[in-house]
């Protein structure tokens, strides 16, 4: 009875360390709203993307513009016997200047085309920063799962070693049933915890390390970033608790029966898929700027011919010339038909991408949403009967253990299967969260800035929006 009371009292202390352990921290946590807003300001692609939308712009104020005048300046009809200016009454200085019109309307077709194009941009930057958002989520929770699990592992561990403390005491003063292969049971699963605290660590290290990607400092000023890692504050950690997240269209996606037009009409609305709606626009100009290459491309042309006196004093009248010129689109068929056929064919293959890019969401919807239903089956079956039945049964032999009624291997598994069953609880809710970030990314809608974000778009978007 004095080993069983010996063994009862070591065990229970080794519970209470167990449990309440501490757990290095970090030098600064970082909660995931906080990680996905430094992702946000730290995207050097955003500030590019910026950038190139103003080209554009610049570009469409440019294209709206007459092309400049050709000026040519001439000495015509110089008499080479004499090299004189006077000689001869066909002898002139001339002037001329030269405008050439494009063709049709293609000047301000072209300029529309570009200012469809900008508008392209904004679209573009708010899918960037929906798919930003998903996958600093992603890699922010497998962070998390890491920590969290180390936290379990490190916690058991301390019972384990008060465990193995206990059998090396039990199986020195060979009293009760305590044998060799018990200690070294005990050993061995020390080890192997501390074989999965490994893992675990490497897990937490290279997700932050991949986390680190999307919060090392950007200065848009510069244009450059800032290495400084080694100071504290660029060196982060996952705070200790799970954020909420809500499932967009919850109630559209749990519908019976499922509507997939339904679900189809609301990621119409995705920047993705818009910024594709705007790219087919821009190919409709094309098809509109081809058509004008069938209509004549017109110039005028002025000039003014300054001649010398005559010989014998009397003056000579100056001429004054002035005419237009224009093609004829006449032999069509290898080349203006063409191009308009091609750019057709563009415009339709536009049509496909926004086809596919749709069907692959919808899709991609489908498969998240099976995997959210089988992860809440599991997450109600371990809460209500997983977790509570491998503590009782690591209670249950523990407590037959310590009544030398029970085996020192059967302990040692309980409490194993105690361990998984938590982690796996753990990965579970980690899981659901990060199907949810991903099925949110899909639902993703565009919402114009009233700051320069919102400057550029045209009335083709407000209808969409």
Known sequence: ???????????????????????????QKLSLEQAIM????????????????QAIEHKSIASG???DPTVSVGLMNMPVDTWSFEQEGMTQLKVGVTQMFPRGDSLDITQNKLQLQSSQYPLLRANRKAQLQSQVSQLWLDAYLANRTIELI???????????????????SAIGK???????????????????LTVEQQKLETSLAALNEWLQEYDQEAQALNFDVNDAQHTYSVADALPAMRLSNGDLLAAQPY???????????????????????????????????????????????????MPSGDSRADFFSVGVSFDLPLFTQHRQDKQVAASVAQTEAVKTEKLLLMKQMLSAIEKEMKQIVRLKD???????????QTYDQAQAALTAYTNDDGDFAEVVRARIAEL??????????????????????????????????????????????
């Open 178 to 196: 305590t044998r060799q292969q018990d200690v070294i049971r005990a050993q061995l699963e020390i080890v192997q915890l501390e074989d999965r």
């Open 259 to 309: 509507n997939r037009s339904a679900v189809a009409a609301v990621i119409a609305s995705h920047p993705a898929l818009m910024a594709i709606d705007v790219k087919q626009q821009v190919s409709a100009k094309d098809v509109e700027l081809a058509q004008q290459s069938y209509k004549p491309q017109w110039g005028v042309n002025a000039s003014y011919g300054y001649r010398g006196d």
């Open 65 to 67: 513009t007459l092309p």
């Open 378 to 388: 599991r997450k109600s079956l371990y809460e209500n009967q997983l977790l509570k």
């Open 38 to 53: 430094l992702a946000h300001q730290n995207d050097p692609w955003l500030e590019g993307n910026r950038l190139q939308q």
């Open 1 to 27: 009875m004095k080993a069983c009371s010996f063994r009862t009292s070591t065990i229970v202390l080794g519970l209470t360390l167990g449990l309440s352990s501490p757990v290095a921290l970090s030098q």
């Open 154 to 172: 490190k916690a058991d561990r301390v019972l384990f070693e008060q465990i193995a403390e206990v059998a090396q005491a039990s199986y020195a």
């Open 420 to 465: 998984n069953a938590r982690i796996s609880a753990l990965k579970i809710d980690v899981d659901l969260l990060k199907t949810v970030a991903r099925i949110n990314y899909f639902f993703t809608r565009y919402e114009p800035q009233h700051s320069n974000e919102g400057q550029s778009q045209h009335n083709h978007l407000s209808g969409e929006q």
